[in-house]
């Protein structure tokens, strides 16, 4: 599976906004399941958000319900995570990932062995830092 491509992340202060995008191969983004995903030192990666992309169906992890938006671009085979009022919290290198073999999202995919054994094709991350 062609890993997915991530781009947008940088520096911002708390308070800020940032957009980051996925780009996948459209037979990894059709009718599949992509998710953001983030991982800090020491950490295992966490479920953000993620999106169901043939029904635009969306969960968020609740630490950033409210914060963050997830949404797909079906022409650009794109999947985009708009983060607004980023706190120090939020920093960590962002992952898109997407699962194998498709399907629906479901809440459940926030678990971590469900993060482990469904999501595929990771793409190389990108760094955010958000400073205080």
């Known amino acids: 599976q062609v890993p997915l491509v991530e781009s947008g992340g940088g520096s911002v202060q708390a308070g800020g906004s940032l957009t980051l995008s996925c780009s996948a191969a459209?037979?990894?983004?059709?009718?599949?399941?992509i998710g953001w995903f983030r991982q800090v030192p020491g950490k295992e990666r966490e479920g953000v958000a993620i999106i169901s992309t043939s029904v635009g169906a969306t969960y968020y992890s609740s630490s950033v319900k409210g914060r963050f938006t997830i949404s797909g671009d079906s022409a650009k085979n794109t999947v985009f995570l708009q983060m607004n009022r980023l706190k120090s919290e939020d920093t960590g290198t962002y992952y898109c990932a997407a699962k194998r073999p498709r399907g629906l999202c479901a809440a459940e995919d926030f678990i971590q062995a469900r993060i482990r054994d469904l999501f595929n094709a990771w793409g190389q991350g990108t760094q955010v830092t958000i400073s205080s």
């Open positions: 459209r037979v990894t983004y059709s009718s599949n399941c």
